[in-house]
C-alpha cells in the first residue's frame, strides 16, 4: 500500500535527518536550531522517498541510499527556506509553521540555508558507492540544483514576477525550479542501484513527467487549497503576480494538463513492471493530493 510503503520510508528518513544535525557539538546553537526548526518540520519528503524508490524499480534496496536520499531532503529544505525570505516570496507560513526568517530572522534563516546545502555535499559523501557512481550521483545533483537547475529556474521566477510569460517559458522555468531535483532525486537512485541506460532514460522521461504533474498540481492547490491542509497560504501566486498553468489555461485545462502527464509517466513506467508500483501509485495520488 502506498501510504505505508510512504510512511516507513519517511520514518527511516527522519530518524537519519535527525542523526545528522547535532545540536550538542554545533559551533551556533541558533544556527543550529534554525536548520533543525525547517528540516524536521514534516515535509512530505518526496524527494528523497523518489531517490529510494527509483533505486527499488531498478532491483535495489532504497534504504541503502539513506545518506544521498538525506542530502537531496536538505537542499530542497534550503531551497524553501531561501524562497520564504523577504527578499523572495516573502511568506509567513511554511510547512504549517512560521517561516524560519519570522522566527530566527531573515540573516540566520539565509545561513541556516546556506548550512543545510554545504552540510548536504558533506552527507552525500557518506553514501556507500563506488567512487564513480557517487561522482556521477553527485554531479546530477550540483548540477539539478545549480544555475541550470533549481537556481536558475528561480531566477526566471523572480524576473518574471507581473509580466505575462508564455506556456514554453513556464514549462522552462518549472523544468529549472521544481523539476530538476525531482529529476536528480529519480535518477540517482537508479544510478546508484546499477541502473542500465534503458531503465534510466525510461525513469527520466517519468520523472519529468512527475515534475510537470506536481507543478500543475501545486498550481492548482494555490487556488483551490485549504490553508490549514497545505500549510501555507493558498493565493500566493496571484498576490505576488505569478503565471501559473492556471493563469495562463484555465482551471479545468491545468487539471487534464496535469492527468496528461500522469498518464505520460505510467506510461515509461511499464517495462518496470510491479517493481515500479510504488513510483505508479505516487503519481496517480499526486494530482489528487491535498497538500
Ligand atoms: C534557490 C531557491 C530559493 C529555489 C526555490 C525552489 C522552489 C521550488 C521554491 C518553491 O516554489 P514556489 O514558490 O512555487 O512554491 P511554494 O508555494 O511552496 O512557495
Ligand atoms: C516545489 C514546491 C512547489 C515547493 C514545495 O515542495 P513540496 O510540496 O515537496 O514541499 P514539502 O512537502 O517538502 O514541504
Redesign the pocket.
Known amino acids: 500500500m502506498l501510504k505505508e510503503e510512504w510512511a516507513a520510508k519517511r520514518a527511516l528518513l527522519e530518524s537519519e535527518l535527525e542523526r545528522e544535525l547535532n545540536l550538542e557539538n554545533a559551533l551556533d546553537k541558533t544556527l543550529a536550531e534554525s536548520m533543525r526548526y525547517s528540516l524536521m518540520a514534516g ?4 524527494r528523497p522517498v523518489l531517490l529510494m524508490e527509483a533505486a527499488e524499480a531498478v532491483g535495489g534496496r532504497g534504504e541503502d541510499y539513506i545518506h544521498a536520499a538525506c542530502a537531496l531532503e536538505m537542499i ?1 529544505t534550503y531551497s ?1 527556506i531561501h524562497d520564504d525570505l523577504p527578499a523572495m516570496d516573502n511568506d509567513d507560513y ?2 504549517g509553521k512560521l517561516t524560519n526568517h519570522k522566527v530566527y530572522g531573515a540573516g540566520i534563516a539565509t545561513l541556516a540555508g546556506d548550512a543545510l546545502l554545504t552540510l548536504a555535499f558533506e552527507v552525500i559523501l557518506r553514501q556507500k558507492a563506488d567512487s564513480e557512481t557517487l561522482c556521477r550521483v553527485i554531479r546530477e545533483i550540483s548540477q539539478a540544483a545549480g544555475p541550470d537547475g533549481m537556481v536558475g529556474g528561480q531566477a526566471i521566477d523572480m524576473e518574471s514576477e507581473g509580466k505575462s510569460i508564455t506556456m514554453d517559458e513556464l514549462r522552462k522555468m518549472h523544468m529549472g525550479k ?1 523539476g530538476a531535483l525531482f529529476r536528480a532525486a529519480i535518477r540517482s537512485g537508479a544510478i546508484l542501484a546499477g541502473a542500465g541506460e534503458t531503465e534510466l532514460n525510461a525513469l527520466t522521461r517519468y520523472a519529468e513527467a512527475f515534475g510537470l504533474a506536481f ?1 500543475i498540481t ?1 498550481d492548482i492547490l494555490d487556488v483551490i487549497g485549504d490553508e490549514n491542509e497545505i500549510g501555507k497560504p493558498v493565493g500566493s501566486d496571484e498576490r505576488n503576480h505569478k503565471s501559473t498553468y492556471v493563469t495562463l489555461t484555465s482551471l479545468e485545462n491545468a487539471r487534464q494538463l496535469a492527468k496528461d502527464a500522469v498518464d505520460e509517466a505510467v506510461l515509461a513506467l511499464e517495462p518496470f513492471g510491479d517493481k515500479a508500483w510504488f513510483l505508479k501509485e505516487l503519481v496517480e495520488f499526486l494530482i489528487s493530493r491535498k497538500k
Open positions: 515535509g512530505k519528503r518526496l530542497h524553501l511554511r510547512r521544481t507543478q501545486d
